[in-house]
């Protein structure tokens, strides 16, 4: 059985300085951490495509060989050319599955998919937060306990600028106060797509087993179903004639 | 223009004991609480039902005269008949709105229009409440702050065995870790449905203005767009022919 | 691996009578038609359940072996006993599939898990019906054609008395001029449905290949991705304290 | 009461020649036509904008003084700039309601709104469509008949490339034998969409008082509920402290 095959972009830059607490945290970068997590697993392959390479990490080639693409970002949104950030999206809709970790809510391929703006409210002081699985029986929630805690996340809460999910899978609740739907899915034509809210980059979240577990398991879950080559809408005969 | 008639369900026999914390938090019975906040709106008019009425307050003539139904139900789901639970789910079916409040999350009314069991744990520790706005353009949400709290209120945490709703309005944050989709809507034909979780019989609840807003906002939007007569499946002619 | 379980119920009593044209459309009766179709694929076992059956063919040792349960029903779903209903209802919601044929859009189990009445028009003149594939990538369209045409088929027309569905996955045409969400998913807690509009037993469709394509793919999207035993809603500790 | 704003936007440029056919069916524009319409309604007040107009027609002031756009193009939708397309999308996601006619599926601001690239199947041979209302109760079929039909429109056939509607109002029925879901409705944070298939611009569909009655009553469905301002995510403070 072939194996899934998972690109994890970030939106650093090769051999860049990293912020301290960043460096601390994740000294080869968190892609490096998602991705090594991930090729634990038997059936799943994954490797790292930065900013920095070529056509910004999303080439066509890079593209046609990922099955799921893992988009993590969060001060560069800017950075990303249009072109990319379309053709991320065409990508999806001709079946490519797509998962959003944390702050790519405000990512271009984020908003070009779901059509809206990703708003929330926000707190960056490392409280404490705890998921719960609000879907027991989604994929993605396969293995994990009935709710599970985050020592230190940065607070993502309501209102969540998103269109109503095909499934909410996860609803985080965080010491401050908020709530906030943390785990939602959606599709677009071909293409499966996966938003979860933990991760920011000076806090452990992508060391956490229940983290790695639904990363894996969106993996297995977005991969595509078919993929559909680049077209436009064809013109038809009739099937039915009088 | 005609004002909204509204019906108040609730499981309570005329004439009988209450338990005492409830006797005192509610002295009229929560119904007369509830319909009194909504006979202050110019728009509506509302009157209570109870399970000692005849044909346990369903009787076909209220229902007819009912534009939307709120049902208060909290320990005696078992002793109302199938039939009448029938006919208030096909009442809503035909365009009847229904608002269920708090634990008539396992109402036969609301199990049969959902066609899930309501399932979901508790804890009725009178704990504090924090209830955020997710949907702030929805109708229901209309006037209402960002986020509300409720200083005593008996816990409902998720995963909560709906649906996924076709609005997601509100959710709610407890002290003690837990969260719930505490505002969720659904439509079942020409009906319009609102499940809102807050309002334990024994808590302040309904006297709060937040929940009294949320409670007329919620008539205004499930009020009928039509109403259809009881009918079978009809045998048609073609319309097109070769 | 394990097989895919499948009990395909009918309402046929064992040893009775068919009409005539049904006696000679499938001498065997059309749950055995489907049966064998699902047999013969490599990952799936059938087996047939009939309403003379014990307890009506829906005992809980046949459920409790059941991974997906296939109802076809036309002229009796009145006999079938509500606590049986309700049974297969709540196998559904605890994590079975089930696939709804044809006219099951008016059994007892459909209303109770959709909650609506599954109203539509209908006329039985045997014309040509063409189904559509809206949802190219959905797993029960995994390898049809586009469009595939039945020639003769019981018309069954929209509106269609059901909740927004998960999926839209066939769209049927009929020549005399209908339309009809032909075939719809919805999930209810744990359990998938599917319904499916074609079926008529005097017609040849379960002979149809392209019909039994689509009854194998949505045995194998319907198989539970977990089961939970019948249980309550339970009174749970505070996790987080102050 | 103040009356809704409506705005018609067209490709069309001021003053150009038009094509023949369309000359003769709308020598106005089509947007008068679906414009003068409108304003024989008590509650609406509409006008137009084009193509040619300053800022093609987008302007902020122009959209602040919008309750819904309309938005008509079939041939053009390259010209339209990305940062106008953008601003209607970010005024929709902001509360302005928007209702898309027949090839607007193409449009940069539909395609952004939706997160899809609206695939669809064509033939335009003015062929017979019959158009039924599958939502009965929804707002933006009230007092329509079950269903009427156009003599001659432009083909538009499944699979479409949208994400599931929130509701599915009216599915086509083409005498060639396709079939469409022709009227669909969204929502994108606080603004409604509607799209509709009818109104190729050489046919009489803007003339058929039942599509004139179905874009009014969807322009009353889509007015905003509420507008909100641009703005960022803001930084908020915890509002519960240990």
Redesign the interface.
């Known amino acids: 059985m072939e194996k899934i095959k998972v690109t994890v972009w970030n939106e650093e830059r090769e051999g860049e300085d990293r912020w301290q607490p960043v460096q601390e945290m994740y000294p080869q970068g968190l892609h490096s951490v998602i991705a090594d997590a991930l090729n634990k697993e038997s059936d799943i392959t994954a490797r790292a495509a930065l900013l920095s390479d070529e056509e910004q990490g999303l080439t066509e080639s890079v593209l046609d060989n990922t099955d799921v693409l893992i988009w993590w970002a969060h001060g560069r949104h800017a950075d990303v050319e ?1 072109r990319f950030a379309q053709r991320v ?2 990508y999806v ?1 001709r ?1 490519m599955g797509v998962i959003f970790l944390h702050s790519a809510h ?1 990512s271009k391929p984020f908003m ?14 490392g ?2 937060e ?1 998921l ?8 993605i929630a ?1 293995g994990l306990p ?2 599970f ?1 985050l020592e230190h996340e940065e607070m993502y ?5 998103i ?6 899978v996860f ?9 906030f ?1 943390s785990g939602v899915t ?6 499966k797509i996966f938003y979860f809210q933990p991760g920011h980059e000076t806090n452990e979240t992508f060391y956490n087993p229940h983290i790695q577990r639904v990363i894996a398991n969106a993996v297995r879950w977005a991969k ?3 993929r ?1 080559p680049a ?1 436009g ?10």
Chains 1, 2, 3, 4 share one sequence.
Do not use: M
């Not at 719960?132 to 994929?139: F, I, L, M």
């Open positions: 249009d999206a065409e809709q079946g405000r070009r998919l779901l059509g809206t703006d990703g708003y929330l409210c926000w707190r960056d002081e409280e404490r705890r719960w699985v609000s879907d027991p029986s989604h994929p396969a009935e709710s805690s809460g309501e209102p969540f600028g269109p109503q999910p095909e499934a909410t609803i985080g609740w965080y010491e401050g106060g908020n709530v739907r959606f599709r677009r034509q071909c293409g595509p179903e078919i559909v077209r809408c064809p013109c038809v005969e009739r099937l039915e004639k009088r």
